[in-house]
T-cell receptor, first 111, second 116 residues
């Protein structure tokens, strides 16, 4: 069964870059690794996904090493509105229909 | 169609009652997922559909839980004889699958269930 680990919480100040890492083993070999942002009482919101190396979009970058045993979400120049919980989502290697969310990282951004 | 919708947004029920939640996915999406999220935890996979076929069910989905997607469009999740431990946020997501790898899942706002 795939297992994921994320730091429970992180603090940052506005304007700083934040990197959140998810460790994941036994993940499906043909699946993207996806990251979501979640605010209280809302559903998760898609941020970015990737398969290998580096992916960048207008809000974040995602770094995935060749062994795909971890992934790092990078948020450039965070603002107060980035205060949220961030989750990685991976597929299970043993059961490719099963999807597993990470434990979640609560990011607090201070002014 | 601006996204995944779920109804109701909140439900309070007494232990032992049956409840049913509805999810309307993004219109062209062929896959629909259900998750459960308890306070302070990440979402846990419950089940998913490819069109109208239910392809996978988690062990979390006891005999009291049933999900349907009769015409491959909206889906319902029913919980019979609710227990206090069923109190959680129930999330629905949909994606467009066109082969490998898996499509991006887009989530609805969730239905928060409180069992008294």
């Amino acid at each position: 069964l795939a297992k994921t680990t994320q730091p429970i919480s992180m603090d940052s100040y506005e304007g700083q870059e934040v990197n959140i890492t998810c460790s994941h083993n036994n993940i499906a070999t043909n699946d993207y690794i996806t990251w979501y942002q979640q605010f209280p009482s809302q559903g998760p919101r898609f941020i970015i996904q990737g398969y290998k190396t580096k992916v960048t979009n207008e809000v974040a970058s995602l770094f995935i090493p060749a062994d795909r045993k971890s992934s790092t979400l990078s948020l450039p120049r965070v603002s107060l509105s980035d205060t949220a919980v961030y989750y990685c989502l991976v597929g299970d290697k043993g059961n490719t229909d099963k999807l597993i969310f990470g434990t979640g990282t609560r990011l607090q951004v201070f002014p | 169609d601006t996204g995944v919708s779920q109804n109701p947004r909140h439900k309070i029920t007494k232990r032992g009652q049956n409840v049913t939640f509805r999810c309307d996915p993004i219109s062209e999406h062929n896959r629909l997922y259900w998750y459960r999220q308890t306070l302070g935890q990440g979402p846990e996979f419950l089940t998913y559909f490819q069109n109208e076929a239910q392809l996978e069910k988690s062990r979390l989905l006891s005999d009291r839980f049933s999900a349907e997607r009769p015409k491959g469009s909206f889906s319902t999740l029913e919980i019979q004889r609710t227990e206090q431990g069923d109190s959680a946020m129930y999330l629905c997501a949909s994606s467009l699958e066109a082969g490998d790898p898996r499509g991006t899942q887009y989530f609805g706002p969730g239905t928060r269930l409180l069992v008294l």
